[in-house]
């Protein structure tokens, strides 16, 4: 890593010793990339309220020696996001995107379309928008991102395509949709969809990302697609996401994947 400018979103920030901190941050030619900033707890200058998670920053940056972090020399805030730090439920919901692209990308290995989807996600969180839907989207499109998009076009068995009048579910393992008749035969875990919420994923997984802005997506049509999309991710990484229980007590929802609280 040489010496460069850069803008990025922040996706974690620490606590490094008495003075400094270390932050995680996607962007779009350097991919997810870490660093440290000197001197950060103590310089009201170069850093106040700047290194914040979620924040869009410009930054200027050199290499370290050996352990791979950069040093953050100097960053210009280009978007706080604010209103994600006063609304417990965008907060919530920027926390769930964040973790979820610390998940699936991997450090120095740039996607500008990560980027975007980050950004997009953060500019829709401060818009008067449904958080559940925005995670919705994002989750799906990040899964299109990262190379796991599920394939939600047709069965993925018997090739049926989407049709009113047949039911269809998401098999976990494959990835792919099974329709009613496949379904029988079926053992793995599946999760079944309504068509409105497929319909709408269909949508989404394709549109722009500014055509996404206006597509409007019920809070339990919303909340459907989250636990199919969580469960689908859970599978893949064989991990859990932890801010998954925050976003699913937003809807008041008790899912049978998750013991109740
Ligand atoms: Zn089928």
Known sequence: MSSGRTRGIILHVSD???????????????GRVTGIAKGAKRSKKRFVNKLEEFSLLQ??????????LFILSEADLENAY??????YDRYVVAM???????????EHDPDPEIFSLLAWTMQEL???RDPLAVAAFFHLRLLGAAGYEPQLARCGLCNAPVENGRDFALHVGRGTLVCARCLNEQREAVLPFSMQTLKFLQHA?????????????????????????????????????????????????????SPSA
Do not use: C, M
Request: net charge positive; glycine share 6%.
């Open 16 to 30: 490094h010793g008495e003075a400094d901190k270390i932050i995680t941050l996607y962007s779009p030619d350097l």
């Open 205 to 257: 997984q394709h549109a722009d990302l500014k055509n996404l802005t206006r597509l409007r997506l019920s809070r339990n049509n919303a909340l459907e697609a989250l636990r199919i999309l969580h469960r689908y991710t859970q599978h893949l990484l064989q991990h859990d996401i932890h801010a998954w229980s925050q976003v699913r007590k937003l809807a008041g929802a008790q899912t049978p994947d």
């Open 96 to 106: 769930y995107a964040g973790e979820l692209a610390l998940r699936f990308t991997r």
């Open 126 to 128: 401060t818009e008067e």
């Open 59 to 68: 930054i200027i940056y050199r290499p370290a020696r050996g352990d791979g």
């Open 82 to 87: 604010l209103s994600i730090r006063t609304h």
